[in-house]
């Protein structure tokens, strides 16, 4: 678990890092301005993840194992409302919360930019894919859980300079950070769904509302 949040805290400085190589402060600080809105979201995460695994480990140990996958499924379905919920108000209050997070003339643009990526399209994958970590950790799977944080950090790592200067034109490097980050986050929350999956239709943790 440790692991995992140093990962995620390794690869949220990863984008700054990489627009700081542009030697352009307009850009570095739009980026820094939604960092923190990023970690709110990732606090959402804990929210639902945390409280929602720490419940199934207690119901789990006390054999009770229906209330356990009703506390997973409501779990995963409360992260995913409240991220789309956030995901939703940072698009449509965009100009007042930029405008409240300092952002200026020179610094609008390219903190729009990465907010509608990294929040805005990228925020309901960003906390799934942690609800889920937090959620799997609980019944035992912490090799899973560490893979699927490790291999959106990584990918992060790795896509952004290949976004940033290979794919999309000179001015646009924050514009592939975000990008970059949203797609690390979106892999990494299929990984997660695919290893619930394949825990087959009894195990405690489940998508089915029903369960």
Known sequence: A????????????????????????YMIAGTSL????????????????????ALISRL????????ARRASVFSLYLAAFIAAVFAVGTGVFMDPLLKLLGAGENTYEYARQYALCVIVCGGVPTVLSNALAN???????????????????LL??????LFMFVLLPPGQEVLGA???TALSNGIACLFFITVVLRMGKGSVVTFNPRA
């Open 135 to 153: 959620v799997v950790r609980s019944v035992g799977r912490s090799k899973e859980a560490g893979a699927g944080i490790v291999l959106g950090g």
């Open 178 to 180: 975000g990008i970059a």
């Open 60 to 67: 789990l140990g006390q054999g009770r194992e229906d209330e």
């Open 2 to 25: 440790v692991v995992s949040q140093l990962i995620v805290l390794i690869y949220n400085m990863a984008d700054t890092f990489y627009v700081g190589l542009t030697d352009n402060p």
């Open 34 to 53: 939604i960092l923190p809105v990023f970690n709110i979201s990732l606090c959402l995460a804990g929210l639902a993840g945390v409280g929602g695994g």
């Open 156 to 161: 992060n790592i790795a896509l952004d300079p």
